[in-house]
C-alpha cells in the first residue's frame, strides 16, 4: 500500500466526493465506437476471460445540495458464460440514495443496436446484510450473445450529502482495459482551503491526478485484472485495488505521536457526552438495585439501557418518518435517558455515564469494522474508527461493551469489532487495547431433530434450531423487519436449498426481537427420498442438518487469505425411529478429529430400544480467524475431512419375512 501526498491546489477537487458506486457520462449521447473493439475475439487483459471492460469511467461534478455520480461501462462478452454473467444488471443502493437515468444498448459484431426498453428497469431487494436491505436498479440487456459488446450507464443520487472520504474502486468482477475518474471541484467555503488533500492507494501502485479539458481532475489505471470471489476470503476492500482520497487539516504524523494526541482531544470532547448529574446517578442506582458484584451492576446497567431508550438507527424500531421528524437531539445522557429515545451513539454514551455515576471508569473506544478492512494502526486517519463502543474498568482489564446494538448479547461486541484495536481515549495515557473474541461456545447453534423413516426412504418429524450469540445477531437483523409470513418463506427457501424436496409445515419463530434470548426455529418437515432404497437395503445420512451441504472449498489452489467472521460451535441430536422389519446392518460412526487451537469434531451414533431407533449425536467447534493462503492445503483437508464425515451413511436392511 502507498501513501503520497497530494498538492493543495488540488484540494477542491476531491474534498467532496464520496463512493462506493459511480455514475455516467455528462450528456445523452454515446461516445463514438472503435471498429477494433466490435471485431476483438480475445481479451486483452486475461486471456481466459469470458468477458471484459473496454472501460470504466466515471464523472462527479459535486454541484448543488445532492452528490450526483454518473458512471458509464462499455463491455466485450467472448463467451457463454460471459452471455450468462453479464446479461443481467443489478445497481445496488441502500437507504435513500438512489440510482436514475438507466440507458443501456448491445451493439451486435454487424454493427445492429438493441436498445434497452425504459419499462425493462425496476427495483429489488438483492441482500441484507447486517440488517440494512440492499436495493438495486436491476434490467437484463437485450439481444446478449457472444461477441456483442454492451454498454450501459445510469445516475447515483445521495441527497443532501456533501463527501469528506472518497473510494476510487479499480477492479470488477471482470477485467478492465480502462477505469479513470474525472473530478471536477466544487465551489468551498474559504475556510476550507487551508486543508490538504491526502490519497491512500490499497493493494496497488499510485495513481497520480491529472489536469483535464473544462475544470476536471482525472486519475486512473489500465489493464486492471478481475477481482474474483474464493469462499470464506478477508473484506473486498481489504484484497481489492482501489483508492482513498481524503482531507485532513493536521500535518503527517507518526502514529506514536498521532493516536495519543487524538486520544486525548476525543476524552476532552467526550466529557459532555458521559456528563454524570443527579438524574443519572439516581437511575443507576435504581437499575443497579441489590446487585453487588461488578459484573451484576454492569450487566443491569446495560439491560436498562436497552429497555428504557428507543434506538432510531434501529430499523425495527417502528418509527415512521413522521416520528422521527419528532425527535427532539439529545445534548447530553441525561436528555437522552428524559426523552426515552436517542441514536445508537446517545445510548453508547447514556450507559458510559451510568458507569461513571455507578464508580466505574468509563471511557469512550473507536473501532474499526473488520467486515470493512482490517484495520492498521500505521494508518493516521480517523476514517475506518468509525464504531463507538463504551470501554470500562473492571479490575486491571478493560471490558467492551456496545448496548446500542440491539441483539449483541451482554459482555460480547459485534463480530465486526471483536479482536480489533481499540482507541482508549484518555487525558494521558490514550492507546490501543484489543478487543477480545468470544469463544465458539458463545455463538452456538443447537440443533436437535426427532423423526421417523419410511421404507420408501421418507423421513419425516420435527425439528427445532436454536441460534446464540453471533448467529442469533444475524439471523434476528436479517428477520426482524420482515412480516411472520416473509419470516416463514425465509425458512422454507432455507430449507429447500438444501434439500429441495422437503416439505415444511407448522413453523414457529420465536424471540425475533428479543435481545437476550436465542433466536429459534421450530417446524415439522417431510423429506421424500431422504434415504436412498436398493432392493432390500436403505442408505441413511444420520447427519440431518449437514445434508445438501457441499464441502466450503472445493479449488485446488488459493489466492486470497482465508477468513471466519467469528468462533462457532454446532451440536446435533438427531434420533430416527427406524421402519418396521428393518435393522442396522452398517452403523459404525466417522471417526473424530481434532487440530490444536483450530477445531474439534466428535460424532456418536447409537441405537435406541431393540434396533427400533438410531440416535446420533455430533459437535463441531471452530474457533480460528484469519489463515494465510500457505496454510489453504491444511484448511481445505480439515473441511474436507468434515464433509466427508458429515455425509457418512449408515446401511439398514430389510428382515427376512417370517414364516
Avoid at 457463454?80 to 443501456?104: F, L, M
Avoid at 424500531?317 to 429515545?341: F, M
Avoid at 440443533?447 to 442469533?472: H, P
Amino acid at each position: 500500500m502507498v501513501f503520497n501526498r497530494v498538492p493543495a491546489r488540488l484540494f477542491f477537487i476531491v474534498v467532496c466526493l464520496s463512493i462506493s458506486a459511480a455514475t455516467a457520462l455528462a450528456g445523452d449521447d454515446w461516445k463514438p465506437l472503435d471498429p477494433a473493439h466490435l471485431a476483438l475475439k480475445t481479451p486483452v487483459v486475461e486471456k481466459d476471460a469470458d468477458a471484459e471492460a473496454i472501460f470504466w469511467e466515471v464523472r462527479i461534478n459535486d454541484a448543488g445540495e445532492d452528490l450526483v455520480f454518473s458512471h458509464y461501462i462499455r463491455i466485450k462478452v467472448f463467451t457463454e458464460r460471459g452471455k450468462e454473467s453479464q446479461s443481467k444488471i443489478d445497481i445496488p443502493y441502500i437507504g435513500r440514495n438512489k440510482i436514475t437515468d438507466v440507458a443501456g444498448r448491445t451493439i451486435k459484431p454487424d454493427g445492429t443496436i438493441v436498445e434497452l426498453k425504459k419499462d425493462a428497469v425496476f427495483d429489488r431487494t438483492i441482500a441484507k446484510a447486517g440488517g440494512i436491505k440492499i436495493k438495486a436498479r436491476s434490467f437484463a440487456m437485450p439481444a446478449v450473445e457472444p461477441g456483442v459488446i454492451i454498454e450501459y450507464r445510469w445516475k447515483e443520487i445521495r441527497p443532501y450529502q456533501m463527501a469528506n472520504n472518497v473510494r476510487l474502486q479499480f477492479q470488477r468482477e471482470i477485467p478492465v482495459q480502462s477505469v479513470k475518474y474525472y473530478l471536477k471541484p466544487a465551489k468551498m467555503e474559504v475556510a476550507y482551503t487551508s486543508a490538504g488533500m491526502l490519497t491512500r492507494t490499497f493493494n496497488g501502485d499510485p495513481a497520480p491526478f491529472n489536469k483535464e479539458k473544462d475544470g476536471f481532475y482525472s486519475t486512473g489505471m489500465n489493464n486492471v485484472p478481475a477481482y474474483h470471489d474464493e469462499p470464506r476470503m478477508p473484506p473486498e476492500d481489504q484484497v481489492r485495488t482501489w483508492m482513498l482520497v481524503y482531507y485532513t487539516f493536521d500535518k503527517p504524523s507518526p502514529p506514536t505521536q498521532y493516536w495519543p494526541k487524538l486520544g486525548k482531544e476525543l476524552y476532552d470532547d467526550s466529557k459532555s457526552s458521559m456528563k454524570v448529574n443527579e438524574d443519572i446517578r439516581k437511575a443507576a442506582a435504581g437499575a443497579i438495585g441489590d446487585a453487588t458484584s461488578p459484573e451484576e451492576k454492569l450487566h443491569r446497567l446495560f439491560d436498562f439501557c436497552r429497555a428504557k431508550i428507543k434506538n432510531i438507527n434501529d430499523d425495527a424500531s417502528g418509527l415512521t418518518e413522521a416520528d422521527l421528524s419528532k425527535v427532539k437531539k439529545n445534548e447530553s445522557p441525561s436528555d437522552t435517558l428524559k426523552h426515552g429515545i436517542g441514536t445508537g451513539r446517545d445510548i453508547n454514551f447514556l450507559f458510559g455515564s451510568l458507569a461513571g455515576a455507578a464508580g466505574f471508569d468509563a471511557r469512550i473506544a473507536r473501532l474499526a469494522d473488520r467486515s470493512d478492512i482490517f484495520f492498521d494502526v500505521n494508518f493516521t486517519s480517523t476514517y475506518f474508527l468509525r464504531a463507538y463502543n463504551i470501554a470500562v474498568k473492571v479490575g486491571t482489564e478493560w471490558k467492551f461493551f456496545d448496548p446500542a446494538s440491539m441483539y449483541v448479547p451482554f459482555g460480547m461486541l459485534r463480530w465486526q469489532e471483536e479482536g480489533m484495536p481499540a482507541l482508549i481515549c484518555d487525558a494521558k495515557e490514550a492507546g490501543f487495547i484489543k478487543t477480545p473474541i468470544s469463544p465458539s461456545e458463545k455463538s452456538l447453534q443447537k440443533r436437535s431433530a426427532t423423526l421417523k423413516l419410511s421404507d420408501d426412504g421418507t423421513l419425516e418429524g420435527d425439528v427445532r434450531i436454536e441460534y446464540n450469540g453471533q448467529f442469533a445477531v444475524e439471523k434476528k437483523e436479517q428477520n426482524d423487519d420482515d412480516s411472520p409470513a416473509q419470516r416463514e418463506e425465509n425458512l422454507r427457501d432455507l430449507i429447500k436449498e438444501q434439500m429441495s424436496t422437503a416439505e415444511v409445515s407448522n413453523i414457529k419463530i420465536e424471540n425475533v426481537t428479543d435481545p437476550a434470548k436465542p433466536f429459534i426455529y421450530a417446524f415439522h418437515v417431510r423429506v421424500p427420498g431422504y434415504a436412498q432404497r436398493t432392493g432390500k437395503r436403505l442408505f441413511l445420512q444420520p447427519a440431518f442438518f449437514e445434508k445438501g451441504i457441499g464441502s466450503v472449498f472445493s479449488s485446488s489452489s488459493r489466492k486470497h487469505a482465508i477468513y471466519f467472521h467469528y468462533p462457532w460451535m454446532e451440536n446435533d441430536t438427531v434420533t430416527i425411529d427406524l421402519p418396521p422389519g428393518f435393522a442396522l446392518d452398517n452403523a459404525d460412526a466417522p471417526s473424530p478429529f481434532h487440530s490444536e487451537g483450530v477445531a474439534d469434531y466428535k460424532v456418536k451414533i447409537a441405537v435406541v430400544g431393540k434396533n427400533e431407533a438410531l440416535r446420533y449425536d455430533r459437535t463441531f467447534s471452530f474457533t480460528g480467524l484469519v489463515f494465510p493462503s500457505s496454510s489453504y492445503s491444511g484448511l481445505k483437508q480439515l473441511f474436507d475431512l468434515l464433509h466427508e464425515s458429515d455425509n457418512h451413511t449408515i446401511t439398514l436392511k430389510q428382515a427376512a419375512a417370517s414364516q
